[in-house]
Structure formats: C-alpha cells, structure tokens
C-alpha cells in the first residue's frame, strides 16, 4: 500500500535561512509522482512543485526545490531564503502514474508545521 | 496557473439543514475533481472523486446519501450535505485535476475550502 511519512511535526528556521522538510514514501508501482503543497492558516491548499518518478533532474520552482533521491524513497522540500509569508502547513503527497491513471488519488502526509522567525 | 473556486468559504447552519458547496475551475477544464474533508490539525482525507457526467466514486466509510456529488459540467462540481448534524462540522476542500489542456502534468489544483459549522 502506498504511504507518505513526513516525521517532522513542526519546524523553525530564521527568516533568509534555507530549511528542509522531510518526506518519505512508499510505493511498489514503479511509475507515481510527488507534490508538495503549503497550507496557510486560510486554508487554501496551494500547489508548490511536482516530482516525476522518471525525472532525471531534481525538480526547481523558484525558492522551492526538490531533493529527489529515489534509491531512498525520499522527497525533500528545500526552502531558499525564508521569509516570513512561508509560515505556514506543508504537506508531501503522492500519486501513482506520474501522467495519470484510472484514480489519480493523491495520498497526503500529515504535514510539518513551519514558522518562520524574524 | 490553473484557478479552482470554490464557495461559499464559510457556512454556518441548523442542524437538518442541507448544505451546498461549489467547485469551479475557472481557466481549464477538469473532467474529474476531488473532494476532501480535513479535521483541525490533521491531514486531508478524500472523500470522493466527482467524474463529469457519471456518478461519483466514494472512499470507504463515506455515506454517499449524506454526502450527494454532481458534476454536471467541465468546470462544475458540487458537494451537497444533507440533513447536517453538527458532526458534519468540518473543513472541506476540492481539488481540479488539469488533465485536460496540453503540456499538463496531472497536478491537482485546489479550492480555498468551506468551513462548515452546524449548530
């Protein structure tokens, strides 16, 4: 069965500093793909960045990048430069079939708390 | 990048009351579209997936007869609670899936969510 582990409930980090956000999974198909999403206290769930499990390269967004390291089952968030509009929930996710498939449920994590301090 | 809207962002009713929500993406269409429910502090939990056109398809343990989903158009969905008790009281948020215009990668874009409160 898949599953997403996110082992950090809650993080702080000091604004301009890069931090990490731990994400694991588990899957057996060999074809699935990850999201990150970030979860202000409004509540709207806000894409950040996709992960291919056939992308060679590390997937970049802008101040978001992602640690793909598949040997390990493991998709990191790293956050460049904090700032302080970045506190917020961050939640891993995954799908099976990276281009999609008969579900394309996506199954979530239960998230890591990060606040930024000034 | 894709926009999904979702309304009303708050509702507050009587208990025995039904309750509408709405889910539009409003720049691509999206043949399928999820709904979740999320309880404070935790994670989301889907509760069913909307297919435009056929019937929904619930996750085990979801009532479909409380909780009644139509997808009439490519850009509309909507979760219906009906006779809610105040253990209907939640966060429920949508999600389109851009599956449907070139380039796309499956990603789910999502609602700002509905905050339920049954008195």
């Known amino acids: 069965a898949q599953k997403i582990t996110q082992t950090q409930p809650g993080m702080f980090v000091q604004e301009k500093e890069a931090v990490t956000l731990d994400c694991t999974y588990d899957?057996?198909?060999?074809?699935?793909?990850l999201f990150w999403y970030k979860q202000p206290s409004s509540g709207e769930m806000i894409f950040l960045i996709y992960q291919g499990s056939y992308d060679q390269q590390n997937a970049t967004e802008g101040r978001y990048s992602l640690n793909f390291q598949k040997a390990r089952k493991s998709a990191n968030l790293v956050i460049s430069a904090s700032q302080l509009g970045d506190s917020a929930m961050y939640f891993c996710a995954m799908r099976e079939s990276p281009y999609g498939g008969a579900t394309n449920k996506l199954i979530f994590g239960t998230g890591t708390l990060l606040a930024v301090q000034p | 990048g894709a926009v999904v809207s979702q309304h009303p962002s708050r509702v507050i009713c009587k208990s025995g009351t039904s309750v509408k929500i709405e889910c539009r993406s409003l720049?691509?269409?999206?043949?399928?579209m999820f709904w979740y429910r999320q309880f404070p502090k935790q994670s989301l939990m889907l509760m069913a997936t909307s297919n435009e056109g056929s019937k929904a398809t619930y996750e085990q343990g979801v009532e479909k007869d409380k909780f009644l989903i139509n997808h009439a158009s490519l850009t509309l969905s909507t979760l219906t609670v009906t006779s809610a008790h105040p253990e209907d009281s939640s966060f429920y948020i949508c999600s389109a899936r851009d599956n449907d215009f070139p380039g796309a990668k499956n990603i789910q874009y999502f609602g700002a969510g509905t905050r339920l409160s049954v008195l």
């Open positions: 720049d691509f269409q999206a043949t399928t």
């Open positions: 899957t057996s198909d060999p074809s699935y793909g």
